[in-house]
Structures are given as C-alpha cells and as structure tokens.
C-alpha cells in the first residue's frame, strides 16, 4: 500500500516518492515551510520533522538570566568558594617549590601590601645601622659570645627597588677615616629627595665625604648645605 504525503496528503507513488524527517513527499510537496521553495535532500534542513531552506531555517536564541537577588547571591557565594579554594591550595603547595601565582586583583594587593612593610622595614634598619655606626663599640677578642649590635643579622625582606644601604661613614673616632681619602663629586641635575634618608642637592652642587653603597646609590654631604644623607650616583661626577 502506497503512503500519503505529509503536505497534500495524496498517495504517493515510488516513482514520485521522498523518504525524509520520517515521513513521505511528492517532490513537488517537498518543500520549505515559509517560502514554498521546492527542496532536495542536498539542501534542506530539517526542524521538528518539517523541512526549511537554508534562509528560514529557525534559529535558536540563548536565554538571558535575570539579575535577580538569588542569582546574585550565587554569583558571590561561588566567588569566595573559588577564593578559598585558592588559598587552601597556596597553603599546601607553600614551601614545596616555586609554582606560577596568577595575576589577580587580590594577589596585586597582598604584593603592594608586602611592598609598603618591606619599605619600612629597611627604614627603620637604616636608621638602626646609622645609630649603631655613629660610636662602634670594640669587644675584646675572649668575648666569642657577645656580637656587636652593628653586626647583627636582620631578618627581614630587601627593599624591591634598592638594596639594604651600609651604614655611613662614622665622622669621628678610632675607625673615623681622613678627609683627604673620601671622594669629592659635583651634581651635574638637580635632585630633591624622596624619602627622609637622602639628600637634596641642586646643579653644581659639591658632594664631600661621598661613600659608595650600592650600583646606583651613594652617601655623601652637601658642601653647600652641610646636609647629608643617599643620593643617586648617576646625578652627580668625581671631581
């Protein structure tokens, strides 16, 4: 017994028959649900078992999500998860290697955070070393147990930009060096200090008494203004 078509619901006969989406056409019924443009089984496409061409094939449309207080609370609530689940893991991997630590907006604040108590902590040991170098202290060579204050061990992390200074030269005393053995430089810019410990100077200005630190930073006192203190070694030439 011959099918009926699925459009015209007529017989269909097997010279004339199509065989798609489960059901029977006449090749001539076969075709696009909206603008009736007869189709072949190269070129249709299929939709709840009815056929279309390739312009009026529906489209799918994905579903927004409200802002609603439920969804929001959620959003939260799986952020912090994540946040613990981060640091959970930190602390069990801490210790065990150097791993890649991703760049997030929390982690930037807990390294500005470490950066800001790394700054005052190399303060506060540059004035120590300072009070400590204004009078050394010499011990008798019995005393093994007694370590001079001057020489203790910090533990304490490096400021990020420069290193730890030494402590300047002692003006007076036994280890007091000459005059005539410290260098004399000129500013060549002019330079207003940044932090308590350094030294603004202007062009042409004479650095006396000038010690190295580190590449980048030395110690000396303004022949004009008798201040003392850090300056850049790149602002200023021997004389």
Known sequence: MNPLCSRCNRVVYPTEKV???????????FSCEVCKMTLNMKNYKGFDKRPYCNAHYPKT??????????????????KMQSQVLYKEEFEKNKGK?????????????????????SNI????????????????????????NTTPAASQNYCYEPEPVRQ??????????????????LKRYRAVYDYLAADEDEVSFLDGDV??????IDEG???????????????????VEAI
């Open 164 to 181: 730890a200074a030494a402590a300047p030269p002692p003006s007076s005393g036994v280890n007091a060096l000459p005059s005539n053995t």
């Open 61 to 78: 449309s994905f579903t927004s999500v409200a802002d609603t207080p439920e969804n929001l609370r959620l959003k939260q609530q799986s």
């Open 121 to 144: 902590k190399y303060h506060e040991e540059f004035e120590k070393s300072r009070m400590g170098g204004e009078a050394p202290t010499h011990h008798p060579p019995q005393q093994q």
């Open 207 to 212: 650095i006396v008494d000038v010690q190295p």
């Open 217 to 235: 930073w030395m110690y000396g006192r303004v022949e004009r203004t008798g201040q003392q203190g850090m300056l850049p070694a790149n602002y």
């Open 97 to 117: 290697g150097f791993s890649v630590v991703a760049d997030t907006p929390e982690m930037q604040r807990i390294k500005k955070t470490q950066d800001q108590i």
């Open 19 to 29: 065989n798609c989406l489960d059901k029977y056409w006449h090749k001539g019924c």
